[in-house]
Nanobody, 124 residues
Framework: QVQLVESGGGSVQPGGSLRLSCAFS?????MGWFRQSLGLGREGVAA???????????DSVEGRFTISRVSRDNNQNTVFLQMNSLNPEDTGMYYC?????????????????WGQGTPVTVSS
């Protein structure tokens, strides 16, 4: 059973940076980050294959966001989302998720477990 614990959200000015963390235990093929902004649908922004390290990004964050992971023994892992050059359009609730697949983008169709969410606000 995968368990997810998120941290790292907050408020930042445009052009600033934040790093989100998601600690998880248990087995999963992929971990990803989704966001939901007020009035908009949920968007998959990044994902990483836990064993192989392949990464996937939405066009809207490519070159600004970086997903990475640290693996430890006993299926204890942490996934990070480093977010740079933030702009107000990046504001939203960010959710960590365990996924079974990444096909044609980071889709919530393949999410097996959601984190509780952490808020990100980009504003001057």
């Amino acid at each position: 059973q995968v368990q997810l614990v998120e941290s790292g959200g907050g408020s930042v000015q445009p052009g600033g940076s934040l790093r989100l963390s998601c600690a998880f235990s248990g087995f999963t093929y992929y971990m990803g980050w989704f966001r939901q902004s007020l009035g908009l649908g949920r968007e998959g922004v990044a994902a990483i294959h836990i064993n192989g390290g392949s990464t996937y990004y939405a066009d809207s964050v490519e070159g600004r966001f970086t997903i990475s992971r640290v693996s430890r023994d006993n299926n204890q892992n942490t996934v990070f989302l480093q977010m740079n050059s933030l702009n107000p359009e990046d504001t939203g609730m960010y959710y960590c998720a365990a996924l079974s697949r990444v096909v044609e983008g980071v889709s919530d169709k393949f999410v097996k477990l959601w984190g509780q969410g952490t808020p990100v606000t980009v504003s001057s």
